[in-house]
């Protein structure tokens, strides 16, 4: 297969380090010619410019910074767009916006160009290891022939369903982890000024119930029952109870908590609903009734 890679930044390289493996003929471009210096002697081909590196491509591959990068290149003066052949396929492994997805697909269809998004998730160091998320949106016969290739980039390629959810998936994972590092301060910085040495209260939550389970463990299927309680659940009446005491110390000490306080006020909700004796988990309904999704159908 023949390949352009275009941006070679710090996850870039490595990933197209990768690709250039599974290539029958290789070629970059980047603003900074410098940065592709080793992978030319390793054989790359260099271009000028995004539309030379894309003429007569099987695939072309753009990993920038931000969306209007991905614009410019694709769209813009000498871009992927002016070069690339029809029958092509192009993916972007930029974290992308899903408007600017849907507006770059549309553009290349024009042209008998597919387009699939395919971010990325694993930072620098997964990129060099090859310890990489590669979500997949857009046609699935296209993602079949280039999942090969997209193989040597990442051990973890998942084909997510039509154009933009390999994008939907991607930056639902960067608000995930965004959420989770402010409710890990929240907690940290509750509990050391409560008195608790930093190292003590980190081994006690990372071994503890909050800490030593993955966020989505079990949770590999909506939850299709009632909640009802069993000898081995941790009942809501309980969870409440547990977080209410936890925020009062963050109160008392004057420590702003506004995930906890959001937490403890949903669970307020749900035990007004009469749920005290559901499962903990039950308080996901409200999320999904104010949401008007059904998990269980939606999902």
């Known amino acids: ?46 271009a000028d410019t995004p539309a030379e590196a894309a003429a007569g491509k099987d695939l072309v591959v753009t990993c920038l910074p931000m ?27 930029t974290s992308n916006s899903l408007e600017m997805v849907r507006s770059l697909h549309a553009r290349y269809a024009d042209r008998g160009i597919t387009f699939l998004d395919t971010p990325v998730s694993g930072g620098v160091i997964g990129a060099m290891e090859r310890d990489l998320s590669v979500y997949v949106g857009g046609d699935r016969d296209a993602y079949d022939h280039i999942k090969p290739t997209l193989d040597a ?22 608000l995930f982890g965004a ?7 929240e907690v940290v910085t509750a509990g050391v000024k409560a008195g608790v040495e930093f190292d003590i209260l980190v081994k006690a939550i990372h071994e503890g119930s909050g800490g030593k389970r993955r966020p989505f463990d079990g949770f590999e299927r909506p939850p299709d029952d009632d909640y009802e309680d069993t000898e081995l659940s941790f009942y809501l009446d309980l969870g409440a109870k547990d977080v209410r005491l936890a925020n009062e110390i963050g109160r008392s000490l004057r420590v702003p908590q506004p995930l906890a306080n959001l937490t403890e006020a949903r669970l307020i909700e749900a035990l007004n609903r009469g ?4 499962r903990n988990e039950v308080v996901g309904e409200i999320q999904q009734q104010i949401s008007n999704v059904n998990l269980r159908v939606d999902g």
């Not at 941006?7 to 980047?30: Q, W």
């Not at 959420?179 to 301060?185: E, Q």
């Not at 749920?275 to 559901?278: E, F, L, T």
Request: proline share 3%; aromatic share 6%; net charge negative.
């Open 1 to 46: 297969m023949k390949i352009a890679w275009i941006g070679i930044g710090h996850m870039g390289k490595p990933m197209a380090k990768h690709i250039m493996t599974a290539a029958e003929e290789f070629t970059v471009h980047d603003l900074n010619p410098d940065v592709a210096t080793d992978m030319l002697e390793d054989g790359a081909n260099w």
């Open 67 to 93: 969306p209007q990068h991905v614009d410019a290149v694709s769209f813009g003066d000498d871009g992927v767009s002016e070069g690339v052949d029809q029958g092509t396929i192009v993916i972007d492994c």
């Open 153 to 174: 980039m990442g051990d973890k390629v998942q084909y997510c369903g039509g154009l933009g959810t390999g994008t939907i998936c991607k930056l639902m994972n960067q």
């Open 179 to 185: 959420m989770v590092g402010m409710a890990r301060m």
């Open 275 to 278: 749920w005290g004796k559901k």
